[in-house]
Nanobody, 121 residues
Framework: QVRLVESGGGLVQPGGSLRLSCAAS????????MGWYRQAPGKQRELVAT???????NYADSVKGRFTISRDSAKNILYLQMNSLAPEDTAVYYC???????????????WGQGTLVTVSS
């Protein structure tokens, strides 16, 4: 089994910062692309940012210049540094990872349980 566990969410004032973490554990041979997605109340889940195993990144236009995605591949941890937060960033943030299983080398699409980020004064 593979688990993704997010942490770091919470309540922050507009203009503030938060750092999310996502730790992957279990039967993992390697991890390809990892990413952060978010879902605001009443809206569909949307892409925030992704990072490949080689370190290439991709961001939603709405977070470019404010959010930074990074990963520690040795420890299988994904990060999202969020700066200049605004009320519209309020959402449940989900971690996603494309995990390569050992032995079979099957590609598994895994999700965390989500962590709530609330931006409010």
């Amino acid at each position: 089994q593979v688990r993704l566990v997010e942490s770091g969410g919470g309540l922050v004032q507009p203009g503030g910062s938060l750092r999310l973490s996502c730790a992957a554990s279990g039967n993992i041979f390697s991890i390809n692309t990892m990413g952060w997605y978010r879902q605001a109340p009443g809206k569909q889940r949307e892409l925030v940012a992704t990072i490949t195993s080689g370190g290439s990144t991709n961001y939603a236009d709405s977070v470019k210049g404010r959010f930074t995605i990074s990963r520690d591949s040795a420890k299988n941890i994904l990060y999202l540094q969020m700066n200049s937060l605004a009320p519209e960033d309020t959402a449940v943030y989900y971690c996603n990872a494309l995990v390569v299983a050992p032995t079979t080398y099957a590609l598994l699409d895994k999700w965390g349980q989500g962590t709530l980020v609330t931006v409010s004064s």
